[in-house]
């Protein structure tokens, strides 16, 4: 798959989504699960994806994939949901609920094509991203983050073969987009953010700690107690799951939580210091961290601006990131690197 075809594939599926009537959703639940209840869709980018309230109470969300999806991606993710509840059973992760014949997934047909089913429990809770943030949240998320990397630490499987755009890895490929930035001096500083990531991050991958991450812990991705807004109770979206350099997680993370006053790193800070108590980092993953957050944001810039000139009919969906990236690269761009690295290895007390 070509930088184009991932960059485009959020706005230009060709696949239609699974299309099954409710008689024969229910005759799935029914025939493959033993659960008799009502069901009621849920927002989904290209799957069909239901929520279900079994006779007894009990609430669940069945998944039927789109059927261009590769059943290696699906029997990827219920694995490590698998793993975790193993390892981990009081992460706040969706469990895997099997079928009477003890499957974890099938194959279901509808419209003369198949696709792959599993059904999952329902994790109550808020969105993190659309209530209250405050900065005791931080080090929530950054034990849960530094839990979850733990348990995943352990995970061995086979990674599905397809690209995803947002693998940092190969963030130095977006320097062919950033011609797309309308901004000549936003667009200076993305080049040269990425140009460093080729330059000083790229060589030093295959040195780094590396395990399958999460690669998308962001405030979409969190619930939150209803009654304690600052308690974590769900991690979602195994999607977007790889083999990576695990301290590119902890970026990914960092990310979302770049105030807009204050010091840069402020939050950073919280959340690293509580994911290095939990699953420390090694001493030449640290000073990577300030870079890997910078390289996150010109990653935003340049594929949201890329895809909204090409798509500007979802432009605002697309940008939907965009300015707060930006800010952030303003704001990053005032710090010295050697102050910043000081700070991040002061979180982690390796530093007085």
Not at 53 to 69: C, H, Q, Y
Not at 220 to 239: K, M, T, W
Request: aromatic share 6%; proline share 6%.
């Amino acid at each position: 798959m070509t930088i184009a075809d991932t960059a485009d594939a959020p706005a230009t599926f060709t696949v239609m989504a699974p299309r099954f009537k409710p008689a024969e959703i229910t005759a799935l639940l029914r025939d493959r699960y033993g659960i008799e209840g009502r069901v009621w869709p849920l927002a989904s980018e290209r799957d069909l994806t239901m929520g279900v309230e079994a006779s007894d109470g009990r609430r669940f969300v069945l998944k039927i994939a789109n059927s261009a999806e590769d059943p290696a991606v699906v029997r990827f993710q219920n694995a490590a949901l698998v793993h975790i509840a193993d390892v981990a059973p009081t992460l706040p992760v969706s469990r895997v609920v099997e079928t009477l014949q003890g499957q974890r997934e099938f194959v279901a047909s509808a419209d003369g094509q198949e696709h792959m089913v599993r059904l999952l429990t329902y994790l109550p809770g808020d969105v993190l991203a659309d209530v209250e943030r405050t900065a005791t949240q931080l080090p929530a998320i950054g034990r849960l983050l530094g839990e979850l990397s733990l348990a995943l630490s352990s995970f061995s499987h086979p990674v599905p073969g397809d690209e995803i755009l947002w693998d940092m890895q190969r963030a130095a490929r977006l320097l062919s987009l950033t011609g797309s930035i309308a901004s000549p001096d936003l667009r200076r500083q993305v080049e040269a953010i990425l140009a460093r990531f080729a330059a000083e991050i790229a060589p030093r991958q295959a040195s780094l700690e590396r395990q399958i991450v999460h690669n998308d812990f962001n405030p979409s991705n969190l619930l939150v107690a209803a009654d304690e807004p600052g308690r974590i109770v769900g991690i979602l979206d195994f999607g977007d799951m790889m083999e990576a350099p695990r301290i590119f997680d902890v970026a990914v993370a960092c990310s979302y939580h770049v105030p807009a006053e204050g010091p840069p790193l402020g939050f950073a800070t919280m959340l690293l210091s509580a994911y290095h108590a939990v699953h420390p980092l090694a001493e030449d993953e640290i000073p990577l961290l300030f870079d890997l957050i910078a390289t996150r944001h010109a990653m935003t810039i340049a594929i949201s601006e890329w895809r909204a000139q090409r798509h500007p009919e979802n432009a605002a969906y697309v940008l939907r990131n965009h300015a707060n990236a930006a800010r952030a690269i303003g704001r990053f761009a005032t710090v010295r690197r050697d102050e910043a690295v000081a700070e991040l290895e002061q979180a982690c007390r390796l530093r007085a």
